[in-house]
Every structure is written in C-alpha cells, then in structure tokens.
C-alpha cells in the first residue's frame, strides 16, 4: 500500500555521494592509482573522505602536494575522472534504507531529483545501475555552464523541472555544501548525518532539520502540517 503523507514539502533533491550512496571506496581507489602512476603519495580512505564532496577538480586539489604545478594537475584530474570509470564499481552500494525511503516517497506523490558535485555521466551511470527501479525527475551532476554546489543555480533550475517552488523542495546532503546549496536556493535544508562529512560543521550551518538515517524523511514529511 502506497504510503500517505501529509506535508508542505512536496519535493526532495539528494545529493548522490555519502547521501543517496557509498562511493568512497571506488573514489579512493581511482584516486591513488593516478597519484601512484605518478609517483605522488597516495591516500587512506579516511583521509580521502574529507576531499570529497565539491567535485573532481578539488577532489584532485586536495590530493595533491602543496605546490604541486597546476598545469600538471588539470592533467590528473582528467586521467583520474578515466580511472574512475571503472573503478566507482567497486564498493558503490546504497545506504540502508535508501531504496525503501525512496520508493515510499514516489509512491506518496513525492517528487525526487539528484544533484550532485559528481561529473554528470557517472551521476547518471551510477544511479541507472544502483537505483534502477526509482524515477527521478531528474538526476543532475557537474557539467558545464553550470555552477557546483553551493551555488545555487542547479538546485533552482531543478525546482524549475520539478513544477515545485523552492520554498517546497527539501534540499538533503551530507556535506556543509548541500546545507548552503538549500539556504541559498531558499529550501528547506536536511543535513544527513551518515555520509563523509565531520557533524559539527554540518550543524554549525544551521540546517532546518537533521537526520541520522534517510528513513527519518518520512517522519519530517508525516509530522509537517499540510
């Protein structure tokens, strides 16, 4: 039986890494094999972790020494976005509770989009394979003319697609990107406290509601007045 909810959100837009899925063990993993391939430290999964989440090109930043030539760089980036290719495959699940949560909400009317910092192929790749049974409106990564998160450009042009204002759209990530994303596209900010991101920045963005697993959505949605 399809699942009622009564709430003035009628849409939700998730980020996809360490929101929707846990992808860092493919992201680490294309990651080190450029570094090493060029000879460059390498690095834990833990610390990798705390590169993630403003796309490829910092991704790569971070990785690399202080000092590092920024032209040699551009050129890491681009080997790397090739290794990841193959390699987001490796260990790329969904959180507990994810497949749930989202049927239920399409199934209580809920609109539901993806957008992430991500380059937009392996979004769509990634969603196509992980969440084959879930309709998205729309699912949105890095592409060009397009600013990154947390301008808020791609979050509206989503309400745009979605029919829905933005005051009515959740907004939810696990990063202190997506909370900024929300607060400057004036939605409503939903910090996920499982992903890759430290909670006490996360809270100190001040996000309209925090949840510490994606089921608790339909606890916001049920408890907000129609």
């Known amino acids: 039986m399809p699942v009622m909810l009564t709430s003035v959100i009628r849409a ?3 980020d996809l890494d360490g929101t929707l899925v846990h992808s860092l063990s493919g992201i ?11 000879q460059l430290p390498t690095h834990s999964q833990s610390t990798v972790r705390t590169f993630i989440g403003d796309g490829i090109v910092k991704l790569v930043e971070r990785a690399c020494p202080d000092g590092y030539d920024p032209g040699q760089m551009a050129e890491l980036t681009g080997e790397v976005s090739n290794e990841y290719a193959t390699a987001w495959r490796d260990g790329t699940v969904p959180y507990t509770g994810v497949n749930e949560t989202l049927t239920a909400l399409l199934q209580s009317g809920t609109k539901i989009a993806v957008l992430s910092n991500k380059p937009h192929a392996f979004c769509q790749q990634i969603t196509d394979l992980i969440f084959p049974d879930i309709t998205f409106t729309a699912v949105v990564g890095q592409h060009q003319g397009v600013p990154t998160k947390p301008d808020p450009t791609g979050a509206l042009d989503l309400a745009k697609l979605l029919h829905v204002s933005p005051e009515q759209i959740a907004f ?3 990063s202190t990107v997506d909370i900024a994303t929300a ?8 910090a996920a406290t499982w992903g890759y991101h430290d909670l006490a920045d996360l809270i100190s963005e001040s996000p309209t509601h925090r ?3 994606i089921i608790e959505l339909l606890d916001i949605l049920n408890n907000q007045a129609p």
Request: hydrophobic fraction near 50%.
């Open 183 to 190: 607060h400057n596209a004036g939605m409503i900010s939903v």
């Open 28 to 38: 680490a993993k294309a990651l080190n094999t450029i570094l090493e391939h060029h």
């Open 172 to 174: 939810v990530g696990d």
């Open 211 to 213: 949840i510490d697993g």
């Open 12 to 14: 939700i837009i998730f």
